[in-house]
């Protein structure tokens, strides 16, 4: 009788726990005083769930993101971003703990990476939220209007459904598309076409009977329109940190790109007072141009991999690693071929041209 009772007394807290923990994970579990939603999702990463009703004729959105108390710390926070999905760009609901343990909920734009979550005006109207504790959960509540054509990343308020959807509508403000066009730009110059340069010049290593010189034109005309690029990609960037309130987050980036416009600069004039080989300051000019391109070259793609990380724009970074290593593989190969015909050299040199003359045009 004794064994029968707790069996029974095990299979009704199992069953308790285990109605305990399905409720956690069900949306329906969840009731709010004097409202109610038509569409929930479970968000599992986040461990939390996101309630909504849509209003398809005032294009309007009542939300209500809730997480267990004992999880969310002093604060909690929900973002949505109607124009990319990365962080920066988000616009955020946040539920603060004040010291007496009541809650504060405002908004915060975000813009940096470095955010402390200040109060301010998102990027469409939000006509009110607040929050509150229910049932040892912290509940964010909100209604604001979508922008025009839009949904948010994988949450599609109009449909009611959760699937990953493209938003090719939804358009990108002006300080957006300037920043694309920075990125772009000095990606590729910076980036990509001064170590380019670089690797072009060592075509010269190949000894060509035919065009003695192509390697030096290679070189000249690659690195003087990355210069020129970096120069418009570098004042779009100034320009951007004038407007941004979040330019101390991201001094160090714009202290490297300054830096390269210096270096670039230097190297410009540096070619155009350039000695002959005979001169006796050859040697001193050859050891400035070297420690002045090099300079360039890394500190070019330290910043590059600085802005893939502002940006939260992973598959281009790797995108931009392949690149760089399918230049040093050419770089390998192209000093192979240096050494083989060093070990060689004069027998391959044509007429009345010698090896190091070709070797000596820069």
């Not at 986040?46 to 959105?61: P, Q």
């Not at 997480?67 to 955020?92: C, D, E, F, V």
């Not at 049932?135 to 699937?163: C, W, Y």
């Not at 034109?217 to 951007?240: D, K, P, R, V």
């Amino acid at each position: 009788m004794a064994y029968s009772n707790n069996l029974l007394l095990f299979c009704f807290l199992f069953s308790l726990c285990f109605l305990s923990s399905y409720a956690r994970t069900n949306c329906s579990y969840f009731h709010f005083h004097g409202k109610s939603y038509n569409s929930c999702s479970h968000l599992h990463t986040l461990n939390s769930f996101i309630h909504w009703n849509y209003d398809m004729t005032s294009r309007t959105v009542d939300i209500a993101f809730s997480k267990s108390q004992s999880q969310h710390g002093r604060w909690l926070a929900w973002a949505i971003n109607p124009t990319s999905t990365g962080m920066i760009g988000s616009q955020a609901f946040v539920a603060l703990q004040r010291s007496d343990g009541t809650l504060e909920a405002y908004t915060s734009p975000i813009d940096t990476y470095g955010t402390t979550l200040v109060k301010g005006d998102l990027s469409f109207t939000v006509h009110n939220v607040s929050a509150q504790y229910t049932d040892g959960q912290v509940i964010i509540f909100a209604r604001f209007e979508l922008p025009m054509n839009g949904t948010f990343g994988t949450l599609n308020f109009h449909s009611g459904k959760t699937v990953a959807m493209s938003s090719p509508n939804v358009k990108l403000n002006s300080r957006s598309k300037i920043k694309i066009a920075h990125g772009v730009i000095n990606a590729v110059s910076w980036g990509m076409m001064m170590p380019l340069g670089v690797v072009l010049a060592r075509l010269r290593y190949l000894r060509l009977q035919e065009y003695p010189a192509l390697w030096f034109n290679l070189h000249i005309y690659c690195q003087s329109i990355a210069y020129f690029l970096g120069i418009a990609g570098g004042g779009l960037g100034f320009y951007l940190g004038r407007q941004s309130s979040s330019v101390k987050q991201h001094s160090c980036h714009r202290y490297i790109g300054a830096a390269l416009l210096v270096l670039a600069t230097l190297q410009v004039l540096a070619h155009r007072l350039r000695p002959s080989k005979e001169h006796k300051y050859r040697v001193y000019w050859n050891i400035y141009h070297w420690c002045t391109g090099y300079g360039t070259i890394i500190m070019g793609i330290l910043n590059c991999f600085k802005g893939f990380q502002m940006m939260d724009v992973g598959i281009w970074k790797n995108a931009y690693i392949a690149f760089l290593a399918s230049l040093a593989f050419v770089a390998a190969v192209l000093e192979v071929c240096r050494c083989y015909l060093n070990a060689n050299k004069g027998t391959a040199t044509p007429e009345g041209v010698s090896a190091n003359s070709i070797e000596d045009k820069a």
